[in-house]
């Protein structure tokens, strides 16, 4: 018989800085099949107590973050973590603020660094033994400490090369592919505003990656159609989103264009012909592009379009680029 004098057990959260849209478990988190897979193999085979270890890495806007989210709301129903920290590389100067962090930790916590990469070298330094051995040595002090149990590390990266082997090995590098334009698609019924199909593949056909999908077109499109009170998404919302954004018919936004207009303006005679070329460092300077935007997300969708190639020279456009923005008759510009 219940006893009305008996205290309610609170039902367990967690906080995962979700937005509406956003996927909450492997089955609303389109694309990555494998990789969830290899995961959910993971999660299956852990107890209470034990590491899960991860490094994410991709281009910007692959979905990195989303994935790390969901893996922590797939451990917290499983009873793996009661806890999930979102933190950041650069907030990590200086071994003194590793301490201040461990002294924080709780049991049960997964701990998300994101650009992983920026860690300075002593900060990073200090994180080998929490992540290998689940112990840490405090400024001055001659032994080790446990940490509480059952703590998980995941990174994100967009620049593995510049992640320190050592901080590698104690992680597990794990490289996100490129959604299909399926997979693109599907991702735009998820949101709070309705869509309708041509409006969703339209959508998919513009955009290379989640976040140019839901953070730029489909937030556009959104406006439009809740500031005009109209029903749903449609063809017509997301070809105005395009014009607004200045978004062309084969998916590139004004700056990737601007790379392609500047190497067509550095013609060069290479082995008797003329070619379009220029080293990457003074392209970057001179299209006026910062070189991480350049390094983590314009130069692999203009290679992934088959619009530019590395060579010998440097970045060269490819004769599919002439052909459709630089070819009087196709010009795109």
Sequence with gaps: MFNVFQKAVPKRQIFIPNKQ??????????????????????????????????????????????????LASEMFQEGLIDHYIETIGMNFASKADVDSFMLKLKPYTLIFIDEIHTLAAGARESFYSAIQDNVHVFHRQQRMVKLPVGISWVGATTELGQVHPSLQRRLVPISLEPLNNNELAFITTTQRTPIDIGAAKLMAERCSSPWEIKDELYATAEDIVISRQLPKITKTEVEESCDILGIDTQGLRPHERRVLETLFKSPKIIGGGQTYCMARTPLIAISGIDSETFNNHIEPKLLKLGLLKVSSTGRELTGKSLDLYFNESNSNS
């Design 21 to 70: 849209g956003d996927p909450t478990d492997f089955q609303t988190y389109f694309g990555q099949e494998s990789i969830k897979r290899r995961l959910k193999l993971r999660i299956a085979a852990m107890n209470a107590g034990d590491q899960l270890k991860a490094l994410f890495y991709a281009p910007f806007g692959y979905g990195k973050t989303a994935l790390a989210r969901t």
